[in-house]
């Protein structure tokens, strides 16, 4: 692809190039099935085993916590669909209407097996927590409440959230798909966690899930696996590499929010020279996703007008497919219109100045 200017790392990112050399290493030289007795499967397994212990201590998290999946949609499949099979008697579920569809989904299907999915309300644009006190019952099976929303960015207080859930004994479970790497997260805030490799700068294929109270049952049954809650031989390569770009997305938190922080601030200052463009901003939000919207314009015939300007925007998250309404600006800002007309513009390290000034002379070539 000639000329490319890319604002949609929120959906996904480019492989890192020292994890896909480093995959290739594992492919070659580490590619045993890590379960085999022989020397070559015990020195495979030593090297997987030593990434994932990185993992775990970048995330300062017990190695035992961290179980491996496809990626995020599998994990929140496991944890919600695992803990309605360990406790047959709680049909309550406590979630946000801003849910990615890998939860909104598995919520649909309880439903229709007599699960009750009940939503925390929203008050001006932030969750209601004296809301969820009322709503935990002793049939509620768990809280789900994601980290960081994935079109707007709004950050949820999880700590808060936690405290509510401890008060009452209901565990609490976070999709951090869009925290991990993004935002500091403290995995004492949450009972079980799910994320996702290919937002990091790690493979696709691979996610996690950090389960931190002992009482899930599997879901994928069959042979020896790196735990006993997600059988099928280990995929090393993809574990390694997304154990190496956790451990960087981790250890350049910092320097990245940074960057991304002030590109952020050159969009935003260019923002206002374009009349009919509004920033959606949540009160506490994340720095690399931004979301805006270009008043009486259809937000898909935006994103396609923008890229035939070579850069490569979304009207929504990836997987909520072609909503006229987003849910989650309309809940930020109350206002239709920008809901009908936002799209999702999302930041990495990895943007140039360059190419904000490209997608700002789009915007205004869009807006004529
Ligand atoms: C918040 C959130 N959860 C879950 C997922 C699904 O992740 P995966 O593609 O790894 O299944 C995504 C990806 O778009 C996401 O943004």
Do not use: W
Not at 112 to 133: C, H, M, T, V, W
Not at 186 to 191: H, I, S
Not at 222 to 249: E, H, M, Y
């Amino acid at each position: 692809m000639s000329v490319m200017n890319y604002f949609d790392y929120s959906a996904t990112t480019p492989l890192s190039k020292s994890v896909n050399q480093l995959m290739q290493e594992v492919e070659t030289s580490y590619y045993a099935n890590i379960n085999a007795k022989h020397d070559f499967g015990v020195q495979s397994k030593a090297f997987v085993q030593s990434y994932i212990e990185s993992m775990a201590s970048a995330l300062s998290i017990p190695v035992s916590s961290l179980i491996f999946t496809s990626g995020a949609t599998e994990s929140n499949n496991m944890i919600l669909f695992g803990l309605a099979k360990s406790y047959p008697n709680k049909k309550h579920i406590i979630t946000t209407s801003l849910e990615h569809h890998s939860m909104i989904s598995p919520c649909g299907e309880l439903q229709r097996q007599g699960y009750e999915i009940e939503f925390i309300p929203y008050s001006q644009g932030q969750l209601d927590l004296n809301a969820l006190k009322g709503m935990i019952r002793e049939d509620t099976l768990c809280v789900s409440v994601i980290a960081v929303e994935s079109e707007t960015g709004l950050l949820h207080p999880l700590k808060a959230i936690k405290a509510i859930c401890n008060e009452r004994q209901v565990p609490l479970h976070s999709d951090m798909t869009q925290a991990i790497g993004k935002v500091k997260v403290d995995f004492n805030d949450v009972n079980y966690a799910s994320f996702s490799s290919h937002k990091i700068y790690g493979p696709k294929g691979i996610g996690a899930c950090c389960l931190f109270k002992d009482d899930i049952k599997p879901l994928i049954l069959g042979g020896r696996s790196l735990s006993k809650l997600r059988a099928g031989t280990p995929p090393n390569a993809l574990i390694v590499g997304f154990a190496q770009s956790c451990i960087d997305a981790i250890q350049s938190l910092v320097q990245r929010v940074h960057e991304v922080e002030q590109l952020r601030n050159v969009f935003i200052s260019e923002c206002a020279n374009i009349e009919q463009l509004h920033v959606n901003q949540p009160k506490v939000g994340v720095p690399h996703i931004l979301n805006v919207s270009l008043v009486k314009c259809d937000r898909h015939e935006v994103v396609r007008l923008l890229s035939l300007e070579q850069c490569y925007v979304s009207a929504s998250s990836a997987c909520s497919g072609q909503e006229n309404v987003s849910k989650a600006v309309l809940t930020i800002t109350q206002n239709m219109d920008y809901a009908t007309s936002s799209i999702r513009i999302s930041l990495s390290h990895l943007t140039t100045k360059d190419e904000i000034a490209s997608l700002i002379k789009a915007l205004k070539k869009v807006t004529l």
